[in-house]
T-cell receptor, first 111, second 111 residues
Framework: SQQGEEDPQALSIQEGENATMNCSYKTSINNLQWYRQNSGRGLVHLILIRSNEREKHSGRLRVTLDTSKKSSSLLITASRAADTASYFCATDQWGNEKLTFGTGTRLTIIP | EAQVTQNPRYLITVTGKKLTVTCSQNMNHEYMSWYRQDPGLGLRQIYYSMNVEVTDKGDVPEGYKVSRKEKRNFPLILESPSPNQTSLYFC??????????FGSGTQLSVL
């Protein structure tokens, strides 16, 4: 079963704009992670945020976590053509290392 | 170089012909996992392993087998493949509770 669901399913923006995608999940989590996948390739880890954290930054990436709403957002600032990819959130629960992925957001950056 | 190595990259087979997809990691990770990726369904977990000789079912284990006899290897076995197992498969590994490292994927077609 899918724990996380990303929104929107697809997003197209102009290069230089900011991109925001959201992830909602159903049950309490231990960690939430974001991954990027370039077409047909293996996923690459972006950021891990723990349930007791509210915000995390890494370069042009900003992740927020709202455990009361069971949601997270990924913001990519000053987008570049190379950011074109699919983005997935993944969650695990306390005492269970099983990592469950959402269905992903397909991001297209228009040059 | 730290990596997860999956083989083969592409595989075409016929219904009922047993096959094995190999996965090996060189990072001494405890956790290993297999996912399948299908359009519109995101990544779904097939099996995972927390350590040697410890394996557990994911969300879609039917028709698959795994073994974890050594820490570095986690092969995926399809005893009698069927067309509905045509998919893109990923192996991944991590330290417990940390980010996943993914292999490059295996595109399997079952005719």
């Amino acid at each position: 079963s899918q724990q996380g669901e990303e929104d929107p399913q697809a997003l197209s923006i102009q290069e230089g704009e900011n991109a925001t995608m959201n992830c909602s999940y159903k049950t309490s989590i231990n960690n939430l992670q974001w991954y990027r996948q370039n077409s047909g390739r293996g996923l690459v880890h972006l950021i891990l945020i723990r349930s007791n954290e509210r915000e995390k930054h890494s370069g042009r990436l900003r992740v927020t976590l709202d455990t009361s709403k069971k949601s997270s957002s990924l913001l990519i600032t000053a987008s570049r053509a190379a950011d074109t990819a699919s983005y997935f959130c993944a969650t695990d629960q306390w005492g269970n290392e099983k990592l469950t992925f959402g269905t992903g957001t397909r991001l297209t950056i228009i040059p | 170089e730290a990596q997860v190595t999956q083989n083969p990259r592409y595989l075409i087979t016929v219904t009922g012909k047993k096959l094995t997809v190999t996965c090996s990691q060189n990072m001494n990770h405890e956790y290993m996992s297999w996912y399948r990726q299908d359009p519109g369904l995101g990544l779904r977990q097939i099996y995972y392993s927390m350590n040697v000789e410890v394996t557990d079912k994911g969300d879609v284990p039917e028709g698959y087998k795994v073994s974890r006899k050594e820490k570095r290897n986690f092969p995926l076995i399809l005893e009698s493949p069927s067309p509905n197992q045509t998919s893109l498969y990923f192996c991944a590994s991590s330290r417990l509770g940390e980010k996943l490292f993914f292999g490059s994927g295996t595109q399997l077609s079952v005719l």
